[in-house]
């Protein structure tokens, strides 16, 4: 059975928890990372030397980096509707993940770590209303390419980039912030929550 070490409060977590449940994929869970085991223990990072939470154990074959470690479970479960065989779906899948572990993600992590976390080192009020600026420009972009699609973020049908965006869309709704009125995401967020393992490990109540 695969092993997945991570808290399930986690963004990077969850995506897991949510593609395992998809794959119907039974997981032994292990709750690491701040408020539960420490990902600075020894033995945490001889697996991640990089102290980060998603990381899996899959027999001998340890894999850290939360959407890589969803590309592999589709691909082992041979899930081609997830992530497609053929080089242009496949890219249209990637290039939405890869989006939102780099632009999307940087764009609102200091408005996140302030208006959610309440961190001490995240109080500058201008350094909040650029992050959630930011953030909102990148949703509008997710808005347009829903609007184009109809349905998912890499065409018609659900696919691993929509656990990746469904995430992030769950963050930027619980955030407590000013938010435009994104029509196309606004459906797709209530489309998501037609699928239980979103409402499990997305839509849940934690941001
Ligand atoms: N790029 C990494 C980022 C992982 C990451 O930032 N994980 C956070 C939780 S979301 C973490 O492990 N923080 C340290 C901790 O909780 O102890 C991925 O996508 O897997």
């Known amino acids: 059975m695969i092993t997945l070490l991570g808290k399930a409060s986690s963004i990077n977590v969850r995506k897991v928890l949510w593609l395992c449940e998809e794959l119907d994929l039974p997981v032994a869970h292990e709750a690491w990372g701040s408020g539960f ?4 223990a020894p033995e945490f990072l001889a ?8 990381v899996i154990r899959d027999g001998a074959h340890v894999l850290w980096e939360s959407n890589t ?3 592999y479970l589709a691909a082992r479960e041979g899930r081609a509707d997830l992530l497609p065989a053929d080089p242009v779906g496949r890219s249209r899948v990637e290039q939405w993940m890869d989006w939102q572990a780099t632009d999307l993600n940087a764009s609102w992590r200091y408005a996140f770590m302030a208006l959610v976390r309440q961190s001490p080192a995240h109080a500058d009020p201008a350094a909040v209303a650029d992050s959630v600026g930011a953030w909102n420009r990148h949703m509008a972009i997710l808005d347009g390419q829903l609007a184009k699609s109809g349905a998912y973020a890499a065409g018609p049908h659900f696919t691993l980039a929509d656990i990746v965006l469904g995430l992030s869309a ?17 459906a797709y967020y209530e489309r998501l929550s037609g699928r239980p393992a ?4 997305g839509r849940n109540g934690l941001p």
């Open 170 to 186: 769950n963050r930027w709704f619980m955030t407590p912030m000013a938010r435009p009125h994104l029509a196309a995401v606004e």
């Open 37 to 40: 085991r420490s990902t600075q």
């Open 47 to 54: 697996l991640n030397p990089n102290g980060l939470v998603p």
């Open 198 to 201: 979103f409402l499990h490990h």
């Open 69 to 71: 470690i969803c590309r």
